[in-house]
């Protein structure tokens, strides 16, 4: 399984990314998937995770400005993040559920 994570870069706070994840590897679409980040000095968290059946969760901090998505055509899940504030600073990941091996993760970097 491989993951490879994209989209990452430099906004000012209130703006927007999209980030992507591609997935190869995997034997069928019947899979899970996670978005977490990991900001400098902190733990790993949970931002949004979708199941098979497209059932999406997301944690309280990015509600209402996050959304995941998934183009099982094109092995994608993404990550929309709007009104990015400066606590969002992080390295993204993403990561099937349960997890597998870590991709590079892609660096997310707001200015206030």
């Known amino acids: 399984v491989r993951l490879m994570e994209s989209g990452g870069g430099l906004v000012q706070s209130g703006g927007s990314l999209r980030l992507s994840c591609t997935t190869s590897g995997l034997p069928s679409d019947n899979y899970a998937i996670g978005w977490f980040r990991q900001a400098p000095g902190k733990d790993r968290e949970g931002v949004a995770c979708?199941?098979?059946?497209?059932?999406?969760n997301h944690a309280d901090a990015v509600k209402g400005r996050f959304t995941i998505s998934r183009d099982n055509a094109k092995n994608t899940v993404y990550l929309q993040m709007n009104s990015l504030k400066a606590e969002d600073t992080a390295v993204y990941y993403c990561?099937?559920?349960?997890?597998?091996?870590w991709g590079a993760g892609t660096q997310v970097t707001v200015s206030s």
């Open positions: 990561n099937t559920i349960p997890l597998g091996p």
């Open positions: 979708m199941g098979a059946s497209g059932i999406s």
